[in-house]
């Protein structure tokens, strides 16, 4: 299909068939090996806009879909259809819409446990692996979703909130896409304003007002660009993003019969030093915690001062590890 209109110079964007849907992908580098980067939530293409520019200039093809549900991809109806069998065969079919046999994959937030996945099932597609800010921790001992639920309690906790039945949480992140993305789009460091609700049970309120809005945007995030990430969402609407999360069980249950959790692939971590995902834990605990599940983690890296959106807030340092990373696999 032909080229859509790109907001960046050197990006293009076209859209694709993928495991029976259509899928919008941003492309830069036109040679070179292939790296396949999964956004998370609430994402788009556009949160890694300096990786795709960084990799093509240094000689890679760079690719990163609307993962499905999100911007210009379709987003089926069904909870269903975003389980990790699919979202991993939407990667596969990625590289088989482009004609590639192999790629290596990077993944953020959810994008990473998609990586993980991608290259724990298909090994012979994804040769390598990089993942950002969502450590790889293999098939959960109990039912993850009852182990939040008994730990949120009564309170408001956002993974629980996702799973509330009528769709409360899309209804909520719908009315007001620039409140959700404003509040959650920040650095740990950046000023704002008091929260609106700040009792900690459930009944008290959704999420936004329990987000102090922001006293200014980061230095990493423009005006322009929070519009563009907006007006994406006004488009699409956040069902097909928030539906990711009520596929916990699905996902846990899924994969039962299998014994076998390890990554053989190369593989990489990458987070900031102060994202809440990775719970203050040293670069040294995570790579303990990791290793065993892994054939071959060749770095586990922590950018200092930086939260959870680490491509965005520290392009030159993520850039800088992934192109390590790559340039080693070559040696």
Excluded: C
């Amino acid at each position: 299909m032909a080229s859509a209109q790109s907001p960046i110079a050197g990006i293009s964007l076209r859209s694709i068939e993928s495991n029976g849907i259509s899928m919008r992908i941003a492309e830069a580098g036109d040679d070179g090996p292939v790296v396949l980067f999964a956004h998370g939530w609430p994402e788009s293409w556009y949160s890694w806009r300096h990786q795709l520019i960084a990799l093509a200039e240094a000689g890679y093809r760079a690719v990163a879909p609307d993962m499905r549900g999100y911007g210009g991809s379709d987003a089926p109806p069904d909870v269903e259809d975003y389980d990790m069998d699919h979202l991993t065969r939407d990667m596969v079919g990625i590289l088989d819409s482009l004609g590639v046999e192999t790629a290596t994959i990077v993944g953020h937030d959810w994008g990473a446990p998609v990586a993980q996945y991608a290259a724990l099932f298909y090994p012979e597609r994804f040769t390598a692996l990089a993942m950002l800010s969502v450590p790889y921790s293999g098939r959960a001992a109990g039912n993850p979703l009852d182990a939040m639920r008994q730990q949120a309690g009564e309170n408001f906790f956002y993974i629980v909130y996702h799973n509330e039945p009528d769709g409360v949480a899309e209804s909520e992140y719908d009315s007001d896409p620039r409140g959700i993305l404003s509040r959650l789009y920040l650095s740990p460091s950046s000023p704002r304003e008091a929260p609106e609700v700040t009792d900690s049970r459930r009944i008290a309120g959704g999420w936004i007002p329990r987000l102090g809005a922001p006293k200014s945007l980061p230095a990493w995030l423009t005006e322009v660009d929070l519009d563009y990430y907006v007006a994406e969402f006004e488009r699409a609407g956040f069902r097909g993003g928030v539906n990711y999360y009520r596929t916990f069980v699905r996902n846990w249950e899924a994969p039962a019969g299998r014994s076998d959790f390890t990554i053989k692939v190369p593989s990489m971590f990458l987070a900031g030093e102060k994202d809440g995902v990775i719970r203050g834990a040293a670069r040294e605990a995570l790579s303990d915690m990791m290793a065993p599940l892994f054939a071959d983690l060749r770095a586990v890296t922590l950018v200092p001062e930086v939260g959870h959106w680490v491509q965005q807030e520290a392009p030159d340092e993520t850039n800088a590890a992934l192109l390590a990373f790559l340039e080693a696999l070559s040696d």
